[in-house]
């Protein structure tokens, strides 16, 4: 008979199973259909809620939050040595998240090593050892606060310690007529995580080479700087090369120190405002965003509108964005990023400090000692005082504002600054004025991400105007008024969506500088053709006297297992039709195909992009005859290497945080993180790359995609990682193939009913049946398996070299010696 089918009855069949005593089952066995009913050993479901004393490797949870795996102590009660209890250690127990208060109460037992669940009342404690599980229900009143996707500090892991290297390579050839001009960029970041502490050096390297031209090279390293979480501040420190990074003041790069709140580590509906960059491609082309010749990003993208979400949230002021057509011709534009009123929630502080010298991109000091700060202060309910100060020897600066919470009428805040600057050119002292505004518009599906106005006296100067006209006669480009505003809008009932940005600077000294694009968006059905989309997109760039302005269209319609679009993209030089195909290969590939016209004659692209295990491949071509041709490509990945093993990966965010996945030494195991699938290497090792700090993120295994011969006894995990972290995450896999067996032993007799057996990694293979049949899986040809009874291990059976065809049995003899190993 089946055991799984028998004790499943026994479940069912529990007042003709088991009698109940002093908290013991006893198996009535007359139930059991056996040919030998006094071989059998049941003691591992003898008690309810006994487990023989030791140390075992469990997975916790607590409530519906998954801890890392833990070493679990089960040990006698102070007061009931017959019994056998969980010992919840205080190092276990800092990773409830429990509040202060709850802390002050507790009590323990056993040398103050074990805390008793009864100090908390209602917490309750369920082990299932079936599935190498602690479950831990405590009511939320004795935690902190969290949400679905957030966790307090006292469950952040920092992860282990370990090197890593990201990387982006970007590559294009072209040939526009007779001249030819191919080039090769690089950014990267070189690391060490050492506990909590994060070493990183950012990169990055260009070549180019024209026709009729040397080749030009250039390599730098960008800047060398460590930081870590300090979480009882909810901060972070940063020690070394950085930009300042400041929501009253412009950035700069200084060496030097910072400690500076950290909104990541507050929970997602009180975090800040990341930047995002929008624009409009009229071809497959190579899209940089870059701050005083640092370069923050680089893609490849299609043509047609694009918006760049994933921009480090640090990052603030004006950003250069550089749009490299196929053909040649380049879109150059500065768009400032956003501040959302600076709003704390009462009671609480936020901060920012800063001390050092400013550099250059030579990493050399290029400027005297200053020291900066900033902070938010949540008055009440509603209200917030801000302010902060840049102090330096010939310059100094002084901002003060108040932030308010209207409710139903969004979020405003309004704030002052006072410059000083001294410089050989003579004095200067003027102030800035600024007001920002915030609102969601729920009831109208509506949102003014941000809306903002600054106006600067003539004399105002910030710190980056200071450190740039010390070596001038004159001051340029002196700001004045500034208008920026970005909203979105949906009305549900027509389908409709719209994206609109605007932007208008003005500067004392020279022509005035906009921005305006707008984006609508409509999905509809006619007839038996279901979910076209129509979109238009429409810009004007405008810097002193040079202009660009365009619009793009396009309307798509679902094809078979794509879709076909077509496109019409407009500028002041040209205008181009184009149709196209896209499609997906699978969950990891997908490509884009078309033909288009435009005044200078036909054209045929292609672009494809890959998710591939170990990089993200991006391809991409253009050819129009007699005019030009064009190839390109990116690779993005990482490498993470640490005590645990390591592993190639994919990789979007350089130097972020990540996850090494370790399937316990078995290949080609499928897991994914947020992202498509990937396998597990030779080493049984996979990273789940672009893990977003301080939230709870869940990786798991592929079911349906994993191989006959391997089973995940525990297949999901979670991990709430710092920054930069690099989580290690370990699954219990058996790999091997299935066999029907029967085990002797040396003198007759077959193991109990009931008996277990295990692999030389500990884990269970199979239980003994009637007659000694077990069906074992994850064997492997010499393995040896060790067969337990009465609570300890008896005797060792080894596999043959050769394994058995499918359906044939397996006579193993279940020898005594037990320091027999494998061959």
Not at 190 to 204: E, I, P, S, V, Y
Not at 569 to 583: I, L, R
Not at 750 to 758: E, L, N
Request: net charge negative.
């Amino acid at each position: 008979m089946n055991l799984k089918i028998v004790l499943a009855s026994c479940i069912l069949l529990l007042p003709v199973c088991f009698t109940y005593a002093a908290e013991e089952f006893q198996f009535n066995s007359d139930v059991l259909s056996l040919e030998d009913s006094q071989n059998i050993d049941l003691s591992v479901f003898s008690k309810g809620s006994f487990i023989m004393p030791g140390t075992y490797s469990l997975a916790v949870h607590v409530n519906k939050h998954q801890l890392p795996e833990q070493a679990i102590v089960f040990t006698a009660p102070d007061d009931a040595p017959q019994d056998s209890a969980a010992c919840i250690s205080p190092a276990l127990v800092e990773q409830f998240g429990l509040k202060n208060s709850a802390k002050d109460q507790l009590r323990w037992w056993h040398d103050n090593q074990c805390m008793d669940l009864r100090s908390l009342e209602g917490t309750e404690m369920r082990i299932d050892l079936s599935t190498s599980t602690l479950y831990l229900n405590i009511p939320q009143a004795w935690l902190e606060y969290s949400s679905p996707d957030w966790d307090p500090p006292s469950r952040w892991d920092e992860g282990v310690s370990g090197l890593l290297f990201d990387y982006d390579v970007n590559g294009q050839s072209n040939a526009i007529k007779s001249q030819r001009s191919d080039s090769l960029g690089l950014t990267g970041t070189l690391g060490a995580n050492l506990g909590a502490w994060r070493l990183r050096a950012d990169m990055q390297g260009r070549t180019e080479r024209s026709t009729g031209q040397a080749t030009q090279r250039a390599f730098t390293w960008n800047r060398y700087y460590a930081y870590r979480a300090i979480a009882p501040l909810r901060s972070r420190l940063t020690v070394g090369e950085d930009y300042l990074s400041s929501s009253l003041f412009d950035s700069f790069s200084y060496a030097g120190v910072n400690l500076a709140s950290d909104d990541n580590m507050l929970p997602p509906n009180l975090r800040g405002y990341a930047p995002e960059v929008t624009g409009v491609a009229n071809s497959n082309a190579r899209v940089t965003v870059s701050q005083q010749g640092r370069l923050l990003y680089e893609t490849r993208v299609a043509a047609g509108p694009f918006r760049i979400q994933d921009i480090n949230n640090a990052v603030n002021g004006k950003l250069d964005v550089r749009i490299e057509e196929l053909d040649g011709s380049v879109q150059e534009y500065q768009m400032d990023t956003a501040n959302i009123p600076y709003l704390t929630r009462p009671g609480s502080v936020r901060y920012k400090l800063t001390a050092g010298r400013p550099s250059d991109a030579e990493h050399n000091i290029d400027g005297p000692l200053f020291a900066a700060g900033e902070f938010s202060w949540g008055v009440s309910n509603g209200w917030s005082l801000y302010g902060g100060g840049i102090g330096s020897q010939g310059y100094n600066s002084l901002a003060l504002g108040a932030g308010r919470d209207l409710s139903a009428l969004g979020a405003i805040s309004v704030d002052v600054t006072q410059s000083n600057a001294t410089l050989p050119q003579g004095s200067f002292s003027g102030k800035s004025y600024r007001v920002s505004y915030s609102k969601r518009f729920d009831e109208y599906d509506s949102q003014i991400t941000f809306a903002g106005y600054r106006f600067s006296q003539e004399n105002f100067m910030s710190m980056t105007e200071f450190l740039q006209s010390r070596d001038q006669q004159e001051r340029y480009n002196k700001a004045k008024e500034m208008y920026t505003v970005t909203l979105n809008k949906q009305f549900r009932d027509l389908g409709v969506t719209v994206y609109a940005n605007y932007s208008h600077q003005t500067y004392w000294d020279a022509p005035a500088a906009n921005r305006q694009s707008v984006s609508l968006a409509r999905y509809f059905d006619v007839g038996r053709f279901k979910n076209l989309n129509l979109s238009l997109t429409a810009y004007n760039n405008q810097s002193g006297t040079t202009s660009d302005r365009g619009g793009y269209l396009s309307l798509s319609l679902p094809l078979g297992d794509g879709s076909f679009s077509h496109s019409t993209s407009m500028n002041s030089t040209n205008t181009t039709h184009n149709a196209s195909y896209s499609s997906r290969v699978n969950d990891k590939t997908n490509y884009q195909i078309g033909a288009g016209s435009s005044r200078t004659g036909q054209s045929v692209n292609g672009f494809l992009n890959h998710e591939g295990d170990s990089t993200r491949l991006t391809a991409n071509a253009s050819y129009q005859p007699g005019e030009y041709s064009a190839i390109g490509g990116s690779l993005q990945g990482g490498a993470t290497l640490t005590a645990h093993g390591g592993a190639l990966h994919r990789s979007n965010i350089n130097g972020g945080t990540r996850l090494l996945l370790d399937t316990d030494g078995v290949s080609d195991v499928p897991v994914r993180g947020r992202g498509p699938t990937t396998r597990t290497n030779y080493f049984g090792k996979a990273v789940v790359s672009d893990i977003s700090p301080y939230y709870r993120d869940e990786a798991s295994i592929d079911l349906d995609k994993l191989g006959d011969n391997v089973e995940a006894t525990r297949s999901i995990t979670q991990a709430t990682l710092t920054e930069g972290a690099i989580g290690y995450r370990k699954f219990e896999v058996i790999s091997g193939s299935k066999a029907m067996a029967f085990i002797t032993l040396p003198h007759g007799p077959t193991p109990p009913f009931g008996a277990t057996v295990h692999n030389l990694r500990g884990q269970e293979t199979g239980i003994v049946m009637d007659a000694g049949g077990v069906y074992l899986t994850g064997i492997k040809a010499n393995e040896v398996m060790t067969v337990r009874w009465d609570s300890k291990d008896q005797c060792n059976v080894k596999l043959p070299e050769t394994l058995p065809s499918d359906g044939v049995e397996l006579e193993l003899l279940c020898r005594e010696d037990l320091t027999l190993k494998a061959a």
